[in-house]
Structures are given as C-alpha cells and as structure tokens.
T-cell receptor, first 113, second 115 residues
Framework: GNSVTQMEGPVTLSEEAFLTINCTYT??????LFWYVQYPGEGLQLLLK?????DKGSNKGFEATYRKETTSFHLEKGSVQVSDSAVYFC????????????FGKGTRLSVIA | KAGVTQTPRYLIKTRGQQVTLSCSPI?????VSWYQQTPGQGLQFLFE???????NKGNFPGRFSGRQFSNSRSEMNVSTLELGDSALYLC??????????????FGAGSRLTVL
C-alpha cells in the first residue's frame, strides 16, 4: 500500500541554519505530495504541495521538489527562525483519488536563538 | 471565513465510558475526514464523510463510529473507551469529495484523555 517515511526527529537547529527534512514515499502511479505543519496546540496547516514530477512547491521560504526517480519530497529552508519550531508532516494523496491522505509520522523541529 | 471548529477542545473520560466529538467544517465544504493522532502511531485515518455518506474507513474497531448531517457538520463517537484511545482527534474538511486530491483544512483538535 501507499506509505510515507520521514526522518526521525527531533531536529534542533540554531537560528539562520539550513534545514532539510527528508521524506520518501511508496505509491503506485503519480501521487500528489504535501507538507503540513503543526504548531503547538494547533491543528495541521498546509505548508506546500506538488502534484506532478519535478514540480517545486514553495511557501514562507520553505521548498520541496517532487522527485519521482528517487520517490522523494524533501523539505528545505535556507535560514530557519525560532518561529519555525513545529512538527512537520509529509503526506501523499494517491493518484486514483477518493482516498485519504497518508501521513508520515512527523518530524519535530526546534530552532534555538 | 471561519475555519474548522472542533468541540470540545479537551475532555477527560474513564474507561468504559463513551464520548462524542463534534466538527463544523468550513462553510461550503462537503467532505469531512477524521484522524487520530498519537505520539506512537502518528496520524491515523479514521473515516471520511461526504454528503452524509461514509466514503472511506480506516482500520479501527467498530467502537469508533461517525456520521455527517445535512449541513455537513460531523460527529464521531467512541464507545467503551480504553486507555489506548487517549489521543488528539483531528477533523479536516475539503470542498468536495476527493480528500486526497483537495487540500485538507484541519481543526485544532479534541484532546481526549482516558483514565
């Protein structure tokens, strides 16, 4: 079945450091890929998405490129801020549609000043 | 525009009791999905409703049930609570019936503690 694997956390970085959170997936066909973010005490918010191979999703300085050849959708940000501290979830939507999103287990990011 | 509203935000129950959680989707959204979030298992899909019909169901026992009303509001119910049901229950809505293809908007969740 479809699945998403994220790097284990927690990840602790200093402010202005470079961030990479790895995400790989297993799916048939051409799924859509998402990154969601969960701030403390809140629900998940969509951060960015990509719907086809080589698409790059971007938002708030975060980027991720849909790589079909490596089945990956790694999240990157060039310079993190304390306000980026949150849990990040990679997710996929099967190409067949009408199926629920499949989430990775989440990666907790802590950014220290 | 109002977001997804979940009530109650926090609740404490004891084993064997039952609980009902409520979700009001974004106005105009017809699909409502429910997820259980725990530290060990992450986000696990419970079920999804569209136009008052359950369209998808996750791998949870029959103690977990849900429904959707004609105004798209949804409730989920857990009967005979167990300690392992302690979790954050998240509701998400999307505009129409393909939640995998459309962006989900999540509520803040209902945190259930079972003692």
């Amino acid at each position: 079945g479809n699945s998403v694997t994220q790097m284990e956390g927690p990840v602790t970085l200093s402010e202005e450091a470079f961030l990479t959170i790895n995400c790989t997936y297993t799916a048939t066909g051409y799924p859509s890929l998402f990154w969601y973010v969960q701030y403390p005490g809140e629900g998940l918010q969509l951060l960015l998405k990509a719907t086809k191979a080589d698409d790059k999703g971007s938002n708030k300085g975060f980027e991720a490129t849909y790589r079909k050849e490596t089945t990956s959708f790694h999240l990157e940000k060039g310079s993190v801020q304390v306000s980026d501290s949150a849990v990040y979830f990679c997710a996929l939507s099967a190409s067949s549609g009408n199926t629920p999103l499949v989430f990775g287990k989440g990666t907790r990011l802590s950014v220290i000043a | 525009k109002a977001g997804v509203t979940q009530t109650p935000r926090y609740l404490i129950k004891t084993r064997g009791q039952q609980v009902t959680l409520s979700c009001s989707p974004i106005s105009g959204h017809r699909s409502v999905s429910w997820y259980q979030q725990t530290p060990g298992q992450g986000l696990q899909f419970l079920f999804e409703y569209f136009s008052e019909t359950q369209r998808n169901k996750g791998n949870f026992p029959g103690r977990f049930s849900g429904r959707q009303f004609s105004n798209s509001r949804s409730e989920m119910n857990v009967s005979t609570l167990e300690l392992g049901d302690s979790a954050l229950y998240l509701c998400a809505s999307s505009p129409w019936g393909e939640p995998g293809a459309n962006v989900l908007t999540f509520g803040a969740g209902s945190r259930l503690t079972v003692l």
